[in-house]
C-alpha cells in the first residue's frame, strides 16, 4: 500500500513537471571570429566581433569570454558589464600558437547562455634568409621577361608556415621589398601561393646596374631577418656592327669584307658564360662565317650580285638584326651588295657611217652583267698604216649603248684614217678594238663629206676698198659645191677685225644665202678693218672660209675760218674745225691735227700741230705778220696723218681760202 502511495506521488510530480513552463536562457553569439583577414596574426593582441543579438527577455546585461592555452587550459577568464558586437584586445602570450577564446552572454537573472568559440593564432617568428637563384651576368632584351628561382627559407619553418616571397627592383644596394622593418604586408607579398611558389618573373628592367631585394613572408606576415640580394646588370641595346670592304659599285676584283662591331653596354669580349658574342657575316643564303668577339672576315669571289648581312650579337645576347631570340638570326637588317664582274665587255664599231652625219663615230658596248660604263670609253683616230699614236676625239652625248665621239673631218688631209674604241664596264673591265661588228677594219677614207666653196669681193672693185668715213660698202658673194651647185638658205658668219685702238676691236655677224647661194651685204660704217667670211659646214658638207677682204676707211675732218681775209699785224685769224670718226675712238687727251697752207699748186707746208678734245674739237689763232703776205691767196687745211693707235687712214680737210691785205 505505501508503495503503491509512492508510486503514485512520484507520477504526479513527473506530471506538474511536464506541463510547467521551461526556464528562459540567453543566446549564443553568433558569427565569432577574430577581427583581421589573415588566419594568423604576428601581434599578440586579438579582437573578437560577432553578430550583436536582437533584444532578449529577461535582457542581457554582460558579456563573459575565456582564453585557453593551446592545450586548452584557462589562461584568463573575465566579465563586461555590457553587451555588443565586439571585444577586445585580448592578449595571448608572447609565444607562438593557436590559443582558443570562448564568449557568452548572461541576462538580467543571472542566467549564462552557451559559448561560442574560437582560435587565436600568434606567430611573430621570422622565416630564414633566402637568396635569389642564379642570373645571368649579363641580361639583354631576348632575356626578358626574366625568370628567378628562389631559394627556400632556411632552417624551422615559422609555425604560420610560408605565405610566400616579396620581390624589389631597384638601384639602391640597401634597398628592401618592404616598407615596414620586420614583416609585409599582402600587397606587398609578390608571390603568395606558399613555400613551393618560388619562381619570380620580372617583365621588364631598366638598362644599366640595377639590385633585386627578396624576403620570405611567414603565414602571420613576418619577413625574413635580411633581405637575399643579387646584381642585374642590364643591356637591351643591340651592338653596332659596321662593314669594311664592300665596293660602292660594281668591281672586277674579289671583295675581301671585315665586319667590326661595338657594344657600349655588355661588350663584345666573351666572358665565359652565357651566350658568347659573336659577328657575323653572311653572302646570299650561304652559312654564315661566324667569329666570336667583335670582327669577322669574309670573302667574295663569284661574279654577279650577292646580297651581303652582317650582324653581331653582344655579351648580353643582344642581337642586331631587328628580330627577337638568342640564335642566328634568319632575317638580319643590315644589309649591302657586292657585284662582281671579271668579264670584259663586247666592243664594235658600226658597220656603217651614218650618211647624214659621217663624221660622227659610233661603237657599241654590250656587257650582260655590270653593263657598259659609256662615260669612260674613248675613240681615237690615227692615219692608216702610220703606227701614230691614237689622237683622242671629243666624245658626244652617248647613245643607248653606244660610245660616241665626233671627228672634225674638215681638220685632216684627204687620206684614210683608221679608229680605235676602247669601251668599259660598270666593272671596269677594258675591251679595245679597230673592227667593226662585221670583223673588218675601222678605217675611213677622207674626206666623208661634200666640199664647199665660199666667193667674196667688193663691188666695183674687189678685195679691197678705202672709202671716206661714213660710206658703206656693198660686199657680195656666193657659196657653193664642189660640183658648182648652189647651196641656199646656208647661215654664214662675218666676222669684222676693226684697227687698232677701236672698239670693239671685232664684230661678228651673220648673214643667210639666197637662191643659188648668192648673197649681199652693205658693210657698216666705222673704222678701218679685215672682213672674213665662214661657212661652219653640217654633218654632210664640208666648212668653207671666203678670201680675206679689206677695208680702209679715211679719217674725215672739217675746217673753216673765221674770216676770208686777214690784214697783217691785225686781228688773228681764228681756224676752228673737227675730226670725225666712230664713238669711243678718240681718246680721252685727244688726237694731233696738222695745219697746213700752201700758194698755188706748191706742196702744202705745216705750220702748227694742234691736239684735239676728246670729242674731236680743235681750234687755233692765226696773225698775219710777214708784209709779203699782202695780197696773197692761201689756201689752208687741216690734216690728220698716219699715227699709233688711230684707226683711220690719213686724210686732210677741203682747202679754206683766206687772202691777205
Known sequence: MKTALALALVALALASIATAPAEAIPPRPLDLRVVGDA????????????????????????TRYRVRDPLGAVLREGRLGWTGDGLGPLLVPKIPGAYG?????????????????TELRFDDTRPGAIAPGAVPQWIGRTALPLHIRLDHPSGPQPLSGIRGYAAAVDQRPEGSPCSTADRCSEAETTLRGGIDNDELTIADLPEGLSYLHVVAVSGAGMKSAASGQTILHVDKTDPVTRLEGAPLGWTDKTAQLSASADDAGSGMAPSGGGLPPFTAIQVDAAAPSVALGGRVTASVIAEGAHRISYYARDAAGNVDDGAAGNGLPNRPSRTTWVRIDRTAPQVAFL??????????????????LSGPDLGQGRIGVRPARSGDPFELLPQAPPGDGELRARWDSDRHPPGEYEFEARGYDEAGNLTTTTLRANGTPMVLSNPLKATTTLHAAFLPRGLSRTVPYGRRVLLRGHLIT???SGLEGRSLRIVERFAAA??????????ETGPGGSFSIRTASGPSRTIELYFAGTPTLARSAGPGLRLDVRSRVRLRASAGSARVGGRPLVFRGRVGAAPGTIPSEGIPVQLQFRLGHLPWSAFRTVQTDRGGHFHYAYRFTDDDSRGARFQFRAYVPDQENWPYEPAGSRPVLVRGR
Open 39 to 62: 588566419p594568423w596574426h604576428a601581434d599578440n593582441a586579438f579582437s573578437l566581433s560577432w553578430t550583436e543579438p536582437p533584444p532578449e527577455d529577461p535582457p542581457l546585461v554582460a
Open 101 to 117: 577564446a570562448e564568449v557568452w552572454f548572461e541576462d538580467a537573472t543571472g542566467g549564462q547562455g552557451p559559448a561560442a568559440s
Open 351 to 368: 658597220n656603217s657611217q651614218d650618211p647624214h652625219d659621217p663624221d660622227l663615230i659610233r661603237a657599241r658596248i654590250a656587257d650582260p
Open 482 to 484: 664642189g660640183l658648182g
Open 502 to 511: 677701236a672698239r670693239p676691236a671685232i664684230r661678228v655677224s651673220s648673214l
